[in-house]
Protein backbone atom coordinates (compact mmCIF):
# COMPACT_ATOMS: atom_id res chain seq x y z
CA UNK A 1 0.00 0.00 0.00
CA UNK A 2 1.63 3.33 -1.16
CA UNK A 3 2.01 5.56 1.75
CA UNK A 4 0.45 9.13 1.19
CA UNK A 5 1.06 12.83 1.82
CA UNK A 6 -1.62 15.57 2.32
CA UNK A 7 -1.55 18.14 -0.66
CA UNK A 8 -3.95 21.45 -1.10
CA UNK A 9 -6.93 19.10 -2.17
CA UNK A 10 -6.24 16.19 0.46
CA UNK A 11 -3.75 13.03 1.26
CA UNK A 12 -2.21 11.78 -2.41
CA UNK A 13 -0.23 8.59 -2.70
CA UNK A 14 3.49 9.54 -2.04
CA UNK A 15 4.61 8.82 -5.34
CA UNK A 16 2.78 12.70 -6.30
CA UNK A 17 5.43 14.59 -4.20
CA UNK A 18 8.90 12.33 -5.24
CA UNK A 19 12.51 14.18 -5.25
CA UNK A 20 12.44 17.00 -7.33
CA UNK A 21 14.76 20.40 -7.09
CA UNK A 22 13.07 22.89 -4.78
CA UNK A 23 12.35 25.58 -6.25
CA UNK A 24 14.10 29.24 -5.55
CA UNK A 25 11.44 30.62 -4.12
CA UNK A 26 10.83 27.58 -1.74
CA UNK A 27 14.33 27.87 -0.81
CA UNK A 28 14.06 31.32 0.19
CA UNK A 29 10.99 30.74 2.35
CA UNK A 30 13.28 28.63 4.25
CA UNK A 31 16.33 30.87 4.80
CA UNK A 32 13.60 33.59 6.01
CA UNK A 33 11.33 30.92 8.20
CA UNK A 34 14.49 29.56 9.95
CA UNK A 35 17.58 31.16 9.21
CA UNK A 36 16.81 34.66 9.94
CA UNK A 37 15.76 34.11 13.73
CA UNK A 38 19.40 32.18 14.06
CA UNK A 39 21.14 35.25 11.84
CA UNK A 40 19.58 37.86 14.41
CA UNK A 41 21.03 36.03 17.40
CA UNK A 42 24.10 35.76 15.97
CA UNK A 43 24.17 39.41 14.99
CA UNK A 44 23.29 40.24 18.77
CA UNK A 45 27.05 39.36 20.03
CA UNK A 46 28.84 42.16 18.92
CA UNK A 47 26.16 44.57 19.47
CA UNK A 48 26.11 43.13 23.40
CA UNK A 49 29.71 42.39 23.80
CA UNK A 50 31.08 44.23 26.54
CA UNK A 51 28.23 45.10 28.42
CA UNK A 52 25.72 42.62 27.88
CA UNK A 53 28.24 39.74 26.94
CA UNK A 54 31.41 38.72 28.38
CA UNK A 55 33.79 35.99 28.08
CA UNK A 56 32.39 33.94 31.05
CA UNK A 57 29.21 34.29 28.98
CA UNK A 58 30.94 32.12 26.09
CA UNK A 59 32.90 30.09 28.29
CA UNK A 60 29.22 28.90 30.03
CA UNK A 61 27.66 28.60 26.84
CA UNK A 62 30.21 26.67 25.36
CA UNK A 63 30.29 24.03 28.37
CA UNK A 64 26.24 23.82 28.44
CA UNK A 65 25.28 23.52 24.91
CA UNK A 66 27.06 20.84 23.80
CA UNK A 67 25.97 18.69 27.38
CA UNK A 68 21.97 19.36 26.51
CA UNK A 69 22.40 18.51 22.59
CA UNK A 70 24.53 15.03 23.86
CA UNK A 71 20.76 14.83 26.12
CA UNK A 72 18.84 14.80 22.94
CA UNK A 73 20.99 13.15 20.31
CA UNK A 74 22.71 10.76 22.13
CA UNK A 75 19.83 10.32 25.00
CA UNK A 76 16.89 10.82 23.81
CA UNK A 77 17.17 9.80 19.88
CA UNK A 78 19.45 7.69 19.79
CA UNK A 79 19.34 5.54 22.85
CA UNK A 80 15.78 6.36 24.32
CA UNK A 81 14.16 5.90 20.67
CA UNK A 82 16.25 3.60 18.56
CA UNK A 83 18.08 1.64 20.97
CA UNK A 84 21.27 2.04 19.18
CA UNK A 85 22.65 1.15 22.21
CA UNK A 86 22.23 -0.33 25.54
CA UNK A 87 23.53 1.78 28.39
CA UNK A 88 24.31 1.89 32.33
CA UNK A 89 21.71 3.08 34.53
CA UNK A 90 23.38 5.75 35.99
CA UNK A 91 24.24 6.94 32.33
CA UNK A 92 20.34 6.65 31.29
CA UNK A 93 19.66 9.11 34.24
CA UNK A 94 22.22 11.72 33.14
CA UNK A 95 21.02 11.72 29.51
CA UNK A 96 17.50 12.00 30.62
CA UNK A 97 18.16 14.76 32.84
CA UNK A 98 20.87 16.95 30.13
CA UNK A 99 18.22 16.21 27.32
CA UNK A 100 15.52 17.45 29.70
CA UNK A 101 17.02 20.58 29.78
CA UNK A 102 17.32 21.09 26.76
CA UNK A 103 13.69 22.14 26.90
CA UNK A 104 12.00 19.82 24.45
CA UNK A 105 9.43 17.96 26.70
CA UNK A 106 9.76 15.00 28.74
CA UNK A 107 11.50 12.23 27.90
CA UNK A 108 8.70 9.59 27.72
CA UNK A 109 7.07 12.25 25.69
CA UNK A 110 9.36 12.83 22.71
CA UNK A 111 10.52 9.28 22.09
CA UNK A 112 5.99 8.78 21.90
CA UNK A 113 6.25 11.96 19.38
CA UNK A 114 9.36 10.81 17.32
CA UNK A 115 8.31 7.05 17.17
CA UNK A 116 5.22 8.03 15.65
CA UNK A 117 6.82 10.22 12.98
CA UNK A 118 8.90 7.60 12.10
CA UNK A 119 5.97 5.21 11.59
CA UNK A 120 4.29 7.52 9.36
CA UNK A 121 6.72 10.05 7.92
CA UNK A 122 5.70 12.12 5.50
CA UNK A 123 2.48 10.18 5.47
CA UNK A 124 -1.09 10.71 7.20
CA UNK A 125 -0.23 10.78 10.71
CA UNK A 126 3.26 12.27 10.77
CA UNK A 127 3.00 14.51 13.99
CA UNK A 128 5.38 17.01 12.06
CA UNK A 129 5.94 16.33 8.38
CA UNK A 130 6.84 20.13 6.70
CA UNK A 131 4.89 18.58 3.37
CA UNK A 132 1.25 18.23 5.12
CA UNK A 133 0.12 21.26 3.05
CA UNK A 134 1.25 20.12 -0.17
CA UNK A 135 4.37 21.60 -2.42
CA UNK A 136 4.13 24.87 -4.08
CA UNK A 137 5.66 28.20 -1.44
CA UNK A 138 1.78 28.87 0.16
CA UNK A 139 1.75 24.95 0.85
CA UNK A 140 5.55 24.45 1.85
CA UNK A 141 5.41 27.72 3.90
CA UNK A 142 2.47 26.77 6.18
CA UNK A 143 3.98 23.11 6.63
CA UNK A 144 7.43 24.60 7.36
CA UNK A 145 5.92 26.27 10.16
CA UNK A 146 3.68 23.57 10.90
CA UNK A 147 6.96 20.75 11.27
CA UNK A 148 9.24 23.69 12.74
CA UNK A 149 6.72 24.57 15.60
CA UNK A 150 3.54 24.90 15.18
CA UNK A 151 3.02 21.21 15.62
CA UNK A 152 3.77 21.86 19.33
CA UNK A 153 0.67 23.85 19.79
CA UNK A 154 -1.46 21.21 18.43
CA UNK A 155 -3.90 19.53 20.47
CA UNK A 156 -3.05 16.14 19.39
CA UNK A 157 -1.03 14.46 21.89
CA UNK A 158 0.75 10.95 21.01
CA UNK A 159 -0.38 8.38 23.02
CA UNK A 160 2.16 7.17 25.30
CA UNK A 161 1.00 3.94 26.21
CA UNK A 162 1.04 3.21 22.67
CA UNK A 163 4.76 4.42 21.07
CA UNK A 164 6.68 4.32 24.75
CA UNK A 165 5.60 1.44 26.50
CA UNK A 166 9.26 0.39 27.61
CA UNK A 167 10.00 3.41 28.68
CA UNK A 168 6.67 4.03 30.99
CA UNK A 169 7.98 0.79 32.28
CA UNK A 170 10.90 2.03 33.65
CA UNK A 171 10.94 3.47 37.00
CA UNK A 172 13.58 5.85 36.76
CA UNK A 173 12.55 7.05 33.47
CA UNK A 174 9.03 7.12 34.51
CA UNK A 175 9.75 9.44 37.47
CA UNK A 176 11.74 11.97 35.54
CA UNK A 177 9.26 12.39 33.15
CA UNK A 178 6.63 12.99 36.19
CA UNK A 179 5.51 17.24 35.45
CA UNK A 180 6.40 17.92 38.84
CA UNK A 181 10.18 16.56 38.84
CA UNK A 182 10.21 17.69 34.88
CA UNK A 183 9.37 21.36 36.01
CA UNK A 184 12.52 20.75 38.33
CA UNK A 185 15.02 20.33 35.29
CA UNK A 186 13.42 22.84 33.30
CA UNK A 187 14.55 25.14 36.08
CA UNK A 188 17.73 23.41 36.46
CA UNK A 189 18.49 24.46 33.04
CA UNK A 190 18.33 28.79 33.66
CA UNK A 191 19.60 28.17 37.46
CA UNK A 192 22.82 26.42 36.67
CA UNK A 193 24.46 29.04 34.06
CA UNK A 194 23.13 31.47 36.47
CA UNK A 195 25.19 30.01 39.34
CA UNK A 196 28.14 29.68 37.35
CA UNK A 197 28.15 32.89 36.15
CA UNK A 198 27.60 34.27 39.54
CA UNK A 199 30.94 32.18 40.83
CA UNK A 200 32.88 32.96 38.00
CA UNK A 201 32.37 36.83 38.20
CA UNK A 202 31.13 37.15 41.74
CA UNK A 203 29.09 39.66 41.14
CA UNK A 204 25.13 39.90 39.80
CA UNK A 205 25.96 41.33 36.51
CA UNK A 206 27.61 37.96 35.65
CA UNK A 207 24.58 36.27 36.59
CA UNK A 208 22.80 37.83 34.88
CA UNK A 209 24.23 37.64 31.68
CA UNK A 210 24.92 34.16 32.14
CA UNK A 211 21.27 33.36 32.64
CA UNK A 212 20.58 35.30 29.36
CA UNK A 213 23.83 33.45 27.32
CA UNK A 214 23.92 30.37 28.68
CA UNK A 215 19.74 30.26 29.85
CA UNK A 216 17.53 31.23 27.43
CA UNK A 217 20.04 32.13 23.84
CA UNK A 218 21.52 28.53 24.59
CA UNK A 219 17.81 26.99 24.55
CA UNK A 220 16.46 29.36 21.94
CA UNK A 221 19.77 28.57 19.27
CA UNK A 222 19.43 24.57 20.67
CA UNK A 223 15.48 24.47 19.28
CA UNK A 224 15.68 26.01 16.17
CA UNK A 225 18.45 23.16 15.45
CA UNK A 226 16.65 20.42 16.21
CA UNK A 227 13.42 21.69 14.97
CA UNK A 228 15.27 22.35 11.54
CA UNK A 229 15.65 18.78 11.59
CA UNK A 230 11.84 18.12 11.44
CA UNK A 231 11.52 21.47 8.56
CA UNK A 232 14.78 21.40 6.73
CA UNK A 233 16.03 18.30 6.74
CA UNK A 234 12.48 16.63 4.99
CA UNK A 235 12.31 19.43 2.40
CA UNK A 236 15.87 19.80 1.03
CA UNK A 237 19.30 18.61 1.06
CA UNK A 238 21.10 15.58 -0.84
CA UNK A 239 19.28 11.97 -0.31
CA UNK A 240 21.56 9.41 -0.73
CA UNK A 241 19.64 6.31 0.78
CA UNK A 242 16.47 4.99 -0.35
CA UNK A 243 13.45 6.17 2.21
CA UNK A 244 10.05 5.73 2.20
CA UNK A 245 9.45 9.65 2.69
CA UNK A 246 11.14 12.96 1.92
CA UNK A 247 13.98 12.58 4.43
CA UNK A 248 18.00 14.61 3.14
CA UNK A 249 21.32 15.56 4.36
CA UNK A 250 21.96 19.03 5.17
CA UNK A 251 25.75 19.08 5.63
CA UNK A 252 25.92 22.85 6.86
CA UNK A 253 23.50 21.66 10.21
CA UNK A 254 26.14 18.37 10.75
CA UNK A 255 28.16 20.54 13.50
CA UNK A 256 25.54 22.76 15.53
CA UNK A 257 23.14 19.42 15.40
CA UNK A 258 25.66 17.36 16.50
CA UNK A 259 25.02 15.42 13.02
CA UNK A 260 21.48 14.68 13.35
CA UNK A 261 21.12 16.72 9.94
CA UNK A 262 22.76 13.10 7.90
CA UNK A 263 19.04 12.47 8.16
CA UNK A 264 18.51 10.56 5.51
CA UNK A 265 20.89 7.63 6.60
CA UNK A 266 19.03 7.78 9.95
CA UNK A 267 15.21 7.45 8.24
CA UNK A 268 17.33 4.72 5.64
CA UNK A 269 18.27 2.90 8.84
CA UNK A 270 17.05 4.64 12.13
CA UNK A 271 18.43 2.13 14.72
CA UNK A 272 21.93 2.68 13.45
CA UNK A 273 23.94 4.71 16.13
CA UNK A 274 25.76 6.44 13.66
CA UNK A 275 24.15 9.02 11.03
CA UNK A 276 26.48 10.59 8.79
CA UNK A 277 28.48 6.98 7.88
CA UNK A 278 29.58 8.37 4.27
CA UNK A 279 33.26 10.61 3.87
CA UNK A 280 33.37 13.82 4.85
CA UNK A 281 30.07 13.58 7.35
CA UNK A 282 31.32 14.65 10.78
CA UNK A 283 28.88 12.87 13.25
CA UNK A 284 29.65 14.28 17.00
CA UNK A 285 26.95 12.11 18.51
CA UNK A 286 28.52 9.02 17.70
CA UNK A 287 31.97 10.22 18.11
CA UNK A 288 30.33 10.18 21.88
CA UNK A 289 28.58 6.83 21.80
CA UNK A 290 31.89 5.65 20.72
CA UNK A 291 33.95 6.83 23.75
CA UNK A 292 31.23 5.59 26.13
CA UNK A 293 31.37 2.62 24.34
CA UNK A 294 35.48 2.39 24.92
CA UNK A 295 34.73 3.56 28.59
CA UNK A 296 32.35 0.37 28.96
CA UNK A 297 29.60 2.89 29.98
CA UNK A 298 27.57 1.76 26.89
CA UNK A 299 27.59 -1.70 24.92
CA UNK A 300 25.58 -3.59 22.20
CA UNK A 301 26.02 -0.26 19.78
CA UNK A 302 24.32 -0.83 16.58
CA UNK A 303 27.04 0.37 13.78
CA UNK A 304 26.64 0.42 10.60
CA UNK A 305 26.79 -2.69 8.29
CA UNK A 306 28.29 -2.23 5.26
CA UNK A 307 25.93 -5.13 3.60
CA UNK A 308 23.22 -2.91 5.04
CA UNK A 309 24.12 0.67 3.62
CA UNK A 310 24.91 -0.97 -0.27
CA UNK A 311 21.48 -2.28 -0.17
CA UNK A 312 19.86 1.19 0.79
CA UNK A 313 22.71 2.87 -0.94
CA UNK A 314 21.67 5.04 -4.10
CA UNK A 315 24.01 4.92 -7.48
CA UNK A 316 25.71 7.98 -7.85
Given amino acids: MATVTRTQTGWAPHRDLSPHPVPLAERIAVVIFVGVPLLAAAAAVPFAWGWGMGWTDVLIFAVLYPLNAIGVTVGYHRHFTHGSFKAKRWLRIVLAILGGQAMHGSVIRWVADHRRHHKYAD ?84 AVTALFWGG ?55 TCARHGVLKGQIDISARVIWLFERLGWVWDVRWPDEERLAARRIAP
Fill in 123 to 206: AEGDPHSPWEYGPGLIGLTKGLWHAHMGWLFGKDRTSRRRYAPDLLADPDIRFLSLNPVYALIVLSTFLVPMGMGALLTQSWHG
Fill in 216 to 270: FMRVFIGDHVTFSINSICHVFGKEHFRTRDRSRNVAWLAIPSFGESWHNLHHADP
